[in-house]
């Protein structure tokens, strides 16, 4: 049965980097919300993977190869939500990459565009061809994925830390713009969340034994412990659902108690 307390039933989304961790578990909440999904991930294995979760009749997924670096890409995303669903009402702009832990004065540029061109210019894109689309039709919502790395200093991963602070500023700059034609943007920042890429992250602090290092990632963490992935999604089915109707432009931070300190 459906979880429709959000009034979310029968809408759609678009999901980038919905293969795993946070995309993954937004993709599962918009399936108990009633909410058909365009889930989009750059691996091509994805679609055949898609076609093993369990839906209700009344809920359509459908999947998306492309690379979110590419302007092409999203028009082709928008246009297949269109065709296979009829409408498109959100996108969660989730797709991102770690890159190498690594502080500025070693950043190679390769590394560096790299993760920008993920993080930032994907939801860049986003931001342009799914909120002309959502402005056109006067209503619409895009959550991005920011770090509480975006509101502060980020150590060692370096260009990670440049592309959420990115994000963090186009969603307020794209929330001005779209406010006055019925679209709304906001951002999460989450702390660190327990998917593949903290696993990666505890591996290259402690090749030997990951799991030892996860006291490092969580000392900073008042709650003590790692953020779950479906915490993170219910958070962005609330910010899409009309219980945030005055909510644009906000930074939210999901983050165990972090920025309080």
């Keep these: 049965m459906a979880n429709t307390n959000l009034g979310l039933l029968g809408r759609v989304a678009m999901i980038t980097g919905a293969a795993r961790g946070i995309g993954r578990a937004a993709l599962h909440r918009m399936i108990d919300e009633g ?14 993977e898609l076609k093993t979760i369990p839906t209700p009749d009344h809920v359509q997924i459908r999947a998306f190869i492309g690379d979110v670096c590419e302007s092409l890409a999203w028009q082709q995303a928008v246009a297949s939500a269109l065709d296979h669903f009829g409408r498109l009402d959100f996108l969660f702009s989730n ?31 986003g931001l342009k061809y799914v909120g002309q689309h959502l402005s056109q039709q006067g209503r619409g919502v895009i959550v991005n994925v920011a770090s509480i790395s975006g509101l502060g200093g980020g150590g060692n991963i370096f260009a990670y830390t440049a592309s959420k602070h990115a994000v963090i500023g186009m969603t307020k700059s794209a929330a001005v713009h779209y406010a006055p034609l019925g679209v709304r943007v906001v951002a999460v ?7 593949d890429m903290m696993a990666y992250a505890e591996r290259a602090v402690m090749p030997d034994n990951p799991q030892a290092a996860r006291p490092i990632f969580t000392q900073g963490i008042p709650m003590g412990r790692y953020a779950q992935p479906d915490e993170i999604a219910s958070v962005f089915a609330f910010l899409i659902s009309e219980q945030a109707s005055f909510l644009t432009g906000t930074i939210v931070p999901v983050d165990g108690g972090c920025m309080a300190r």
């Design 95 to 125: 797709a991102g990459i770690s890159g190498p832990a690594q502080p500025v004065s070693r950043y190679e540029e390769a590394d560096f565009d790299r993760v920008m061109a993920i993080n930032a210019r994907g939801v860049y894109l």
């Design 35 to 48: 909410v058909h999904v365009l889930a989009w991930d750059v691996d091509p294995a994805w679609a055949e």
């Design 189 to 195: 920042c989450p702390s660190p969340t327990d998917t």
